[in-house]
């Protein structure tokens, strides 16, 4: 089955170690987002790639950065941790087609603490 | 811009009884609509979406929703709830244009549904 697939499910980190979420994709969907969600809160989107050209929420910390080597993968730098960036990671997928109308397709997301 | 709300950051029922989750949006363009359920730990599902086609639109396990444009609503209803409904609930509108940030999706907080047997 087509899918987004996210690892690990489960990441732990210390106070200032860098860490790297990956999500892959099977589905060959032109757009993919990093969403932030933290525990009773909505997805906060951190930015997005649209094909190769990357977008930056304005409000999205420096130390957060993306890596899209091709249309499959993308991934999440977390430069230096802090306990505050403790949270569940969400990818998503997305074409633009009308039939599809801006759905996104989440993956299982990454679970991060920081220790 | 846009903008959602979702009355009641959470919401109990009893099994077997009415679910009524409301929505209601923003948008100076047409929008496009979507309810997502999130269980624990895992990423969010799709139920349902409104994309200017039948207003009244069915999604996954008995849910569905009705686009009321003078209500700028989009409330989710199922007849009858299952203990297995209990998880968190979004809903979320984009703009109906496509492509760059107009296929971003912006998000309600969320309502907790919570299921009493």
């Known amino acids: 089955d087509a899918m987004v697939i996210q690892n690990p499910r489960y990441q732990v980190t210390q106070f200032g170690k860098p860490v790297t979420l990956s999500c892959s994709q099977t589905l060959n969907h032109n757009v993919m987002y990093w969403y932030q969600q933290k525990s009773s809160q909505a997805p906060k989107l951190l930015f997005h790639?649209?094909?190769?050209?990357?977008?930056n929420e304005a409000d999205t910390p420096d130390n957060f950065q993306s890596r899209r080597p091709n249309t499959s993968f993308c991934f999440l730098d977390i430069r230096s941790p802090g306990l505050g960036d403790a949270a569940m990671y969400l990818c998503?997928?997305?074409?633009?087609?009308?039939?599809?109308?801006?759905?996104?397709?989440f993956g299982p997301g990454t679970r991060l603490t920081v220790l | 811009a846009q903008s959602v709300t979702q009355l009641g950051s959470h919401v109990s029922v009893s099994e077997g009884a009415l679910v009524l989750l409301r929505c209601n949006y923003s948008s100076s363009v047409p929008p496009y609509l979507f309810w997502y359920v999130q269980y624990p730990n895992q990423g969010l599902q799709l139920l349902l979406k409104y994309t200017s086609a039948a207003t009244l639109v069915k999604g996954i396990n008995g849910f569905e929703a009705e686009f009321k444009k003078s209500e700028t609503s989009f409330h989710l209803t199922k007849p009858s709830a299952h203990m297995s409904d209990a998880a968190e609930y979004f809903c979320?509108?984009?703009?109906?244009?496509?492509?760059?940030?107009?296929?971003?999706?912006?998000f309600g907080k969320g309502t907790k549904l919570s299921v009493k047997p």
């Open positions: 979320a509108v984009s703009e109906g244009g496509y492509g760059g940030s107009q296929g971003n999706l912006i």
């Open positions: 998503a997928t997305s074409i633009t087609s009308p039939l599809l109308g801006n759905e996104q397709f």
């Open positions: 790639y649209y094909d190769k050209d990357f977008n």
